[in-house]
């Protein structure tokens, strides 16, 4: 297997070297995964164009759709990242392993829309009329559905780039779930 070192700031190119100061001063440090994006002298600007554009998602529903779609691709770097993200956002370590689970006893929205995400991951965009309805039930539109493709394609991103390379997780590591099956 090909082993990917994760690039250091004198490695990269400027462009990526300036994204990596200002990464540094807005989170603290550079997660290795963002520094392993910037391997591209361009990828590392796009992806996190595309990550932070405006959507109808709130950040809880995000990480609801982010935990998820890790689940289900199996990323474990993105599960801890995201498990660290979403405690921030105000989820308990409890509704964390459900949503990872594909499913959120407390709210029915969150139910609905960790349920359309799981379905779209794992069926490559195919979704059944019944989880369909169920979410367009509980108050989302069509137009909130296209957001939630996207962001389900920001996550496929990420988990494929850590599946691939296997780069180490520099944030708390995610308690061990079985992987979600259909």
């Known amino acids: 297997m090909t082993n990917f070192n994760i690039p250091t700031r004198e490695e990269v190119s400027s ?8 990464l540094e001063k807005a989170v ?3 997660p290795n ?3 392993t994006i910037a391997y591209s ?8 164009q595309f990550q932070n554009a405006k959507t109808s998602l709130s950040k809880k529903e995000k990480e ?3 935990l998820i779609v890790s689940q289900v691709n199996g990323c474990n770097y993105c599960l801890s990242a995201h498990t660290t993200i979403g405690k921030m956002n105000g989820f308990t370590d409890e509704q964390i392993l459900e949503l990872r689970q594909g499913y959120f006893s407390t ?3 969150f139910d609905a829309l960790v349920k ?3 379905a779209i991951t794992i069926n490559k965009g195919k979704v059944d009329d019944a989880t369909l309805e169920n979410y ?3 108050g989302y539109s069509k137009g909130t559905l296209v957001d939630v493709i996207l962001a389900v394609g920001d996550k496929v991103i990420m988990n494929y780039l850590h599946n691939l390379t296997q780069i180490d997780i520099d944030f708390p590591v995610a308690q061990e779930l079985e992987t979600v099956q259909a």
């Open 33 to 35: 995964l963002y520094a």
């Open 15 to 22: 462009n990526n070297q300036e994204i990596f100061d200002n």
């Open 28 to 30: 603290g440090f550079v």
């Open 116 to 118: 359309v995400a799981k």
């Open 136 to 138: 367009f039930n509980a």
């Open 64 to 66: 609801v759709i982010n």
């Open 41 to 48: 002298d361009t990828a590392l600007e796009s992806y996190l």
């Open 107 to 109: 709210n029915e929205k």
